[in-house]
């Protein structure tokens, strides 16, 4: 049996309550300056067979901002990595990096662990 399209109003078909909006927008994520994000470097083996990579963790921004921050630290560390799930990850142990760049570019609460 084919499955079942639901609407883009969350498939929500029908409603009896008084106060319903069918058309409720999405709640906003709230996005914090660079300077009052709270950014942890680790470095990380799993998964990886073996190999280096450092982790960027608690980013507070678009994922678009992401990437381009991600491109900006893969070309500052001159290797590879990439952006999903509000981390950045670089191959390499590049904490030292990392952390000179991101203090240099306003992120003062970041932290190597």
Request: charged share 35%.
């Amino acid at each position: 049996m084919p499955k079942k399209k639901l609407y883009k109003q969350g498939g929500i078909v029908y409603s009896t309550a008084d106060d319903f909006n069918s058309f409720q927008e999405e709640e906003t994520e709230e996005f914090l300056p660079a300077g009052e994000q709270l950014l942890k470097i680790v470095v990380d083996k799993k998964h990886r067979s073996g190999k280096v990579a450092s982790i960027i963790k608690g980013f507070a921004l678009k994922e678009t901002e992401i990437e381009a921050i991600a491109k900006k630290l893969k070309a500052f560390c001159g290797s590879g990595g990439s952006a999903k799930d509000n981390e950045i990850i670089i191959q390499g142990d590049h904490r030292d990096k990392i952390l000179q760049w991101l203090l240099k570019n306003g992120y003062s609460k970041s932290r190597k662990i």
